[in-house]
């Protein structure tokens, strides 16, 4: 079980290091990506109920991110977390967005499993998304 865990969070790790020098708009892309997979399954609110833990829960260690309000539109959550990411050096960026991502998988996957999170993140992003990680899903 904790290496599906370990191979979800390699998932997010190599699709953020595929662009190294990937701009705020590209990250937010795999936000937008996969909340239109996420609220397929669990609705808006419950994505909103998600995002806005993982935003809590990151703020430990990135006190910046989603600091400026407490909106329960996606819309402009997305916004404000551009907002937050533009005023970062690209690395802190990167960073944060990586730790938010992980911990909302995390909730994610400990709701709905390991296995469906996963296929949602692969669904969202393409298979090319788990590097080569993919090889070891498909021998499970």
């Given amino acids: 079980m904790e ?12 699709r953020i290091a595929m662009n190294p020098d990937e701009d705020v708009d ?3 892309k ?11 399954i669990v609705g808006e609110s419950g994505f909103n109920s998600l995002y806005s ?3 809590f829960l990151t703020q430990s260690t990135f006190p910046w991110v989603g600091a400026r309000s407490k909106s329960q539109i996606t819309e402009q959550r997305f916004a ?11 690395a802190q960026a990167r960073e944060a967005n990586c730790l938010l991502l992980i911990t909302f998988t995390d909730i994610l996957a400990s ?6 999170t996963t296929t949602i993140l692969n669904s969202a992003w393409g298979n090319n998304a788990s590097g080569k990680t993919s090889k070891e899903f498909k021998n499970e």
């Fill in 53 to 55: 833990r993982s935003i």
């Fill in 80 to 90: 404000e977390l551009k907002m937050d990411f533009e005023e970062q050096t690209p």
């Fill in 30 to 40: 795999l936000w937008e990506q996969m909340a239109t997979e996420i609220i397929s």
């Fill in 3 to 14: 290496t599906n865990h370990l191979q979800r969070h390699n998932i997010i790790k190599n």
């Fill in 26 to 28: 590209s990250a937010l």
């Fill in 111 to 116: 709701l709905i499993g390991e296995q469906l």
